[in-house]
């Protein structure tokens, strides 16, 4: 089994090659909004690293979101390009599910609140619970005020991670009884990902065909919003 994971569903590109026995190879960057620019050499690169062919690869990984729209377009329509050409698989894992896992990975074995920074003030979150297999997802992911995550918070001795519980950081903690992580478990790590889409693999979850893979967006995008809120009809002004 060789897993190429595609992360791009924040302001982190990041590509890794990986297979039963763990990560081979990884490259990633701040995105500053090029993922476009940077996903296609970030996997060419990724590849040459691990000295693996596209044709090794048994299984696409990629990160569905939720996180930046332009982001998530690029890095699953990618992923599903790729698995298409190569008739294989694809295996899709939340942001918020990966930056759980990497704490689990880090060691943490309490409740996990992942949140991811969903602009105009809101954050992506979902709660984990450690086990021996990393995290175990006990809330889905869904959109809130960081007031209102801070509230659900309080005094459950949660570690917060990702770049939303970062930016709100002040918010989260002043409910009390939770740590925010550092900037090491601020974004999800494609090495994470291969990892995490390696165990579901390996303990049966299939990989599914491209055409089901669908982004998790929680929300539409800034531009259609937008958009909708110009073209809405007005009332007619009569003289």
Partial sequence: MILLGIESATELVGVAVGDDSGPRAGVWAAGRRR????????????????????????????DVGPGLFTGLRVGVA????????????????????????????AGWSGPVAAAVDARRGEVFAAWYRGSEGGAVETSPPARYAPEALAAELASTGALV????????????????????????LAAP?????????????????????????????LREADARSNWSQRAAPTEPRWP
């Fill in 35 to 62: 993922h476009g620019e940077a996903l296609a050499p970030a996997v060419v690169h990724a590849l040459e690293q691990a000295e693996v062919a596209l044709e090794d690869l048994t299984a696409i990984a990629v």
């Fill in 161 to 184: 991670v990702g770049d939303g519980a970062r930016r709100y950081a002040g918010v989260l903690a002043a409910g009390g009884g939770v740590t925010v992580a550092g900037a090491s």
């Fill in 189 to 217: 790590r494609p090495e994470v990902l291969v990892a995490l889409a390696a165990r579901r693999l390996a303990d049966g979850a299939p990989a599914v065909p491209p055409a089901e893979v669908r982004p998790v967006y």
């Fill in 78 to 105: 990618t992923a599903k390009g790729l698995a298409q050409g190569l008739g294989i698989g694809v295996v899709g894992l939340t942001s918020l599910e990966v930056l759980a896992a990497a704490a689990a990975d």
